[in-house]
């Protein structure tokens, strides 16, 4: 058993103390009965239960995306998104300072699957989030594309591409919204961060 698959053990247990009728209500699941809830994410149907957490749809099991939505459904958050964004390192402080300290070192995953060798980046990168669901928000600036997603039923996001110049390689930046520490706590929340890179990743190499 992995690090990752401890992690789970552990806290899936909790759920047993969970109020399901009342965490459905404050965290934007559906209530399948006073044991259970259902939830998607990152494009697939979950079932949050006393016994923990498992897909509804057939799809094989990440023990990532299984403890952050144990994580979700133990939260004690209560409040809507106040659709006001920020980087991930506002929150995760200097815990999760890899990459040689630079503060959007997680994203480098999909940065390598839309290498330009492969393709137009931009172009991959659109279909992909546009098969996820995504929302596009438009853009601010010549080769900045910003894209909204509801990751979790209270926790959205902001994802931005920023395509190549002739100074700068492309770059993506996700933000989060400022209400995110009242569900998650920075290492959960860096948890979900990377399975939302590695799902979009997926989907980009799809492409």
């Known amino acids: 058993m992995n690090g990752y698959e401890k992690t789970y053990e552990v806290i899936a247990p909790r759920l047993r103390d969970v109020e399901f009728p009342y965490a459905a209500l404050r965290l934007g699941f559906d209530l399948i009965d006073k044991y259970r809830m259902s939830v998607n994410f990152l494009g697939s149907s979950y079932e949050v239960s006393r016994e923990g957490v498992r897909p509804l749809d057939g799809e094989p099991e990440n023990v990532n995306f299984l403890s952050v939505l144990v994580y979700y459904a133990l939260s004690q958050g209560h409040t809507e998104p106040r659709y006001d964004f920020a980087l991930l390192n506002t929150f995760t ?75 700068f390689p492309c770059d993506i930046k996700i933000y989060y919204d400022k209400t995110v520490p009242e569900f998650l706590d920075f290492e959960p929340l860096a948890v979900l961060n990377g399975c939302l890179v590695e799902a979009v990743t997926a989907a980009v190499e799809r492409y």
Request: glycine content about 12%; hydrophobic content about 35%.
């Open 93 to 167: 402080g200097s815990l999760h300072t890899g990459g040689g300290g630079r503060p959007n070192w997680m994203v480098d995953p999909l940065l390598r699957a839309l290498d330009p060798a492969s393709g137009n980046s931009y172009a991959r990168f659109r279909q992909a989030v546009r098969d996820m669901g995504m929302t596009y928000e438009g853009s601010r600036a010549a080769g900045e594309h910003t894209w909204q997603y509801r990751l979790l039923p209270k926790i959205p996001v902001l994802i931005k591409y920023f395509e190549a110049d002739d100074e």
